[in-house]
């Protein structure tokens, strides 16, 4: 076998050198950002566009980095900073969980901003759950847009209530411009009831505060929030439309008394006739122009706004009732309420 020359044996080791050099270079080019992604982690730099492009987990210093093909979404929870038993850590673990890419904003509604935040969306209730628009760009809205309502601000008010995940505390009574109202504003006591007519418990309480009513005519002023039964509640619809129109001949309170009397009679009729008859028993003064009003639907697109704004402001159990902007428990407290304005009123 012949020996290789010296000059052979140099070529050869130049080669192999090429070759792997050319190695070098063509694994660089296959690997690409990675020497980049290297020199940047150890500086701090963070990672290239193409690691963060290319991997959906990345580990670093300690920590897992996840990749979400959703935004950012705002999330501002107006909380009770006092309240012990609100359940509030649990409602933001299920709001993270749910939505992982939240960034969580707690202020306490008896702040200068949860004040504000609750004066501009006209909340009524601790928590309060408001999203920023971006939510609309994930699937958990599109699962469940029902429970989204739309602020003129493009924030998203999201009903907790519904869902029942934590406990819910009213800091005041609704304020909804179309229900229906029953005495003078300058009433030193307001007494709200938001309820419909098939309601028996709303039936005690519509009573508890027609009793006050009766007592005291110039220092109750009482608003009703007419609420449906149900999804399909179309008798429900007609009674409350009647109800609009004794409110109109300044006879809510004594017609209101007879939808709530005769509620399963009315429930199960397909005609109006029943409403007359009401209206009659009740003594409203111009009965036939009360019919007119009915036949008419006279109050049929008030009826749906009233409704449309106590839905916004997530409202679900009846009955609900408040005197003044304290929430009564039940009818027992709604009484002892009335009955407290009446001798503090004395007392003066």
């Known amino acids: 076998m012949k020996r290789m020359s010296k000059n052979s044996c140099a070529h050869l080791r130049t080669r192999v050198q090429n070759y792997i050099a050319l190695v070098i270079v063509l694994a660089?080019?296959?690997?690409?950002?990675m020497f980049v992604d290297v020199v940047q982690l150890v500086r701090g730099a963070g990672f290239s566009s193409k690691a963060v492009h290319s991997a959906t987990i990345i580990p670093y210093d300690g920590r897992t980095w996840v990749a979400y093909t959703e935004p950012i979404v705002p999330l501002t929870i107006i909380a009770d900073a006092a309240c012990t038993d609100c359940k509030l850590d649990a409602l933001v673990a299920w709001l993270q969980y749910t939505i992982p890419t939240v960034d969580v904003r707690?202020?306490?509604?008896?702040?200068a901003a949860g004040s504000a935040l609750m004066t501009q969306y006209d909340l009524t209730q601790v928590p309060s759950v408001l999203f920023g628009t971006p939510i609309t760009q994930t699937r958990f809205y599109a699962n469940t847009q029902q429970l989204f309502l739309p602020q003129s601000t493009g924030?998203?008010?999201?009903?907790?209530?519904?869902?029942?995940?934590?406990p819910v505390r009213y800091v005041r009574a609704?304020?909804?411009?179309?229900?229906?109202h029953v005495g003078a504003k300058s009433a030193q006591t307001t007494v709200t009831l938001v309820g419909h007519f098939a309601c028996a418990q709303c039936a005690d309480a519509h009573a508890a505060i027609a009793a006050a009513l009766t007592q005291r005519p110039d220092a109750?002023?009482?608003?009703?929030?007419?609420?449906a039964a149900g999804a399909n509640d179309a008798r429900g619809d007609r009674a409350a439309e009647a109800a609009y129109c004794a409110a109109a001949?300044?006879?809510?309170?004594?017609y209101a008394r007879e939808l709530f009397r005769t509620r399963r009679v009315w429930q199960r009729t397909t005609t109006d006739a029943v409403f007359v008859r009401a209206a009659r028993t009740a003594r409203i003064p111009d009965v036939p122009a009360f019919q007119r009003c009915l036949t008419d639907g006279t109050y049929r697109e008030t009826l749906a706004r009233a409704r449309a704004d106590i839905a916004r402001l997530g409202t679900h159990d009846t009955p609900l009732m408040f005197v003044n902007d304290a929430q009564a428990k039940d009818v027992r407290?709604?009484?002892a309420a009335l009955a407290g304005t009446a001798g503090a009123a004395a007392a003066r």
């Open 28 to 33: 660089g080019a296959l690997v690409g950002s």
């Open 106 to 111: 707690i202020v306490d509604a008896g702040s």
């Open 155 to 166: 924030a998203y008010l999201f009903d907790i209530a519904a869902l029942s995940l934590v």
């Open 174 to 180: 609704p304020h909804i411009p179309d229900a229906i």
């Open 220 to 227: 109750i002023a009482y608003t009703f929030i007419p609420v």
């Open 249 to 254: 001949q300044d006879a809510f309170v004594a």
């Open 333 to 335: 407290a709604l009484r």
